[in-house]
């Protein structure tokens, strides 16, 4: 029996990202769906603009708190500007109770959301729309939100909380067992998709989208979107992918990786977890195709990433140790240094906002499945840490599959638009069997890389199953 080493980290299930959906076929008696322009909503957007964008310090937490009751009144009467502003305000709440701390972010109404996605849009020349999905007690609530400010409201009544959270659960269960001789999370999958994404296809093809940005509540956060699939085809081959805690929180400036440098640091022994022997290989192989920077093992230290950043302004920090997000407390969920373990609290003590970090990524990283504080934590990375975005998986994926990926990643994205491009473009080589340790396009930079042999022989493993690709995550600016 092969023994393959597992990515474990940082149950990341991302607080900044959110996942949705839900168990059974959509037909007419479950869906709703409404279409309004956000601009029809100038009186209802400014008054909840003006009341919650800078909420004073004698306001009841309890009235930040998004209350599913009045969102869904709100989507009844056809204020879903008002409702989207709720739900911006609810989830920035969550992520201020969850790390302890007050996130000041200027509360947009979707009309200017909208716009800031046409002016992306210009610059990347890529099209962007948002979805923003939470379950409640009786139903799935879905609204999307186009670059022209065109508002679009989707209910699923029999996308109860519960049948939810065991869809995303069996989902979940299915996906990371690619032993398995038959595909058996693929009516999962096509459930989910069906849910979320189906009663919203002809809006999103007649404006042309590329990207689809998911805005997630509670239990919806840990599902491996870019596996959804519509009975042809998954997710990632229609979209670029990726998760945000919510708009408002996002640092939307276009990243220029023109020149950038990647401080690639990360351990391959440990004294209480499982070694990973692909580490050494895969931080080498980064820095062929990027300039940049090694600390591996005893160099692996925060006070040596604080040094090192303090001469040069690194672009992408890559950090290849286990890290989890885990139930209970923020400080339950840590990344894995040399001699210690970095609470999730602490990642801002990192110092990756100052200059700004373009890209951290964690390549092996594990989130409690179902968990919301976990979640909460994986979908806020990026805005805790300080990062424009993070990179990062929702379980622990063999080692050997991890060094492939990433090593296809830094290659696509060198070239690539944009980071979710180069994303999707890596999922894409790996399903259709084009992204393996034999592929010609990885030769040249892993020519004279000393490969353990335990990672060659796992690496021959078919990674085209979603197991080995879904799990990589987006989180913050795709851009």
């Not at 959906?21 to 479950?30: I, M, Q, R």
Request: charged share 15%.
């Amino acid at each position: 029996m092969m023994n393959h080493r597992y990515r474990a980290g940082l149950g990341f299930v991302l607080g900044l990202v959110a996942t949705l959906v839900l168990f059974a076929p959509v037909n007419a008696s479950t869906e709703q769906v409404h279409i309004e322009r956000a601009h029809t909503q100038h009186t209802h957007t400014k008054q909840a603009q003006t009341e919650t964008s800078a909420p004073s310090q004698l306001t009841p937490i309890s009235a930040l708190r998004l209350d599913p009751q009045q969102l869904s009144t709100s989507l009844d009467e056809g204020r879903m500007a008002e409702a989207v502003l709720q739900l911006e305000q609810g989830w920035r709440q969550q992520l201020n109770e969850y790390y302890g701390r007050h996130f000041r972010t200027e509360l947009l109404p979707p009309e200017q959301i909208a716009q800031s996605l046409q002016q992306i849009n210009q610059t990347t020349g890529q099209r962007t729309a948002l979805v923003y999905a939470v379950s409640t007690a009786n139903q799935l609530e879905v609204v999307l939100l186009l670059p022209d400010g065109q508002l679009i409201h989707h209910r699923a009544t029999e996308a109860t909380e519960d049948a939810i959270a065991e869809t995303i659960r069996e989902f979940r269960a299915e996906l990371v067992r690619p032993a398995l001789p038959t595909q058996r999370y693929l009516p999962l999958a096509q459930r989910l998709y069906q849910w979320m994404l189906e009663p919203l296809e002809s809006a999103l093809e007649a404006q042309n989208i590329d990207n689809l940005i998911f805005c997630l509540g509670g239990g919806l956060r840990g599902v491996p979107l870019a596996a959804l699939h519509n009975g042809q085809t998954f997710l990632i081959e229609q979209y670029g992918v990726s998760i945000i805690p919510a708009f408002n929180l996002l640092d939307r400036r276009p990243a220029n990786l023109a020149g950038a440098q990647v401080l690639a640091m990360g351990a391959s022994e440990f004294q209480t977890q499982v070694p990973l022997p692909a580490v050494p290989v895969e931080l080498n192989a980064i820095t062929q195709l990027w300039p940049g920077d090694v600390s591996l093992n005893q160099e692996f230290t925060l006070e040596n990433l604080r040094n090192l950043r303090s001469r040069q302004p690194y672009s992408i920090v890559h950090l290849a140790t286990h890290a989890d997000f885990a139930p209970g407390d923020v400080e339950e969920s840590y990344i894995q240094f040399w001699n210690q373990q970095l609470g999730l609290n602490q990642l801002r003590s990192l110092g990756l906002q100052s200059p700004t970090v373009e890209l951290l990524v964690l390549s092996a990283c594990r989130t409690a499945v179902g968990d919301p504080n976990a979640e909460l934590g994986f979908a806020g990375l990026a805005v805790q840490s300080g990062a424009k975005s993070a990179l990062a998986s929702l379980w622990s994926i063999p080692d050997a599959g991890t060094f492939v990926f990433m090593t296809g990643f830094y290659q696509a994205l060198m070239d690539a638009p944009t980071k979710g491009e180069a994303l999707r473009q890596t999922q894409l080589a790996m399903l259709q069997g084009r992204l393996t340790l034999e592929s010609e396009s990885l030769q040249p930079v892993l020519r004279g890389l000393a490969i353990p042999e335990e990672v060659v022989q796992d690496a021959a493993t078919n990674l085209a199953h979603p197991y080995y690709w879904s799990g990589f995550t987006l989180i913050g600016n795709p851009w």
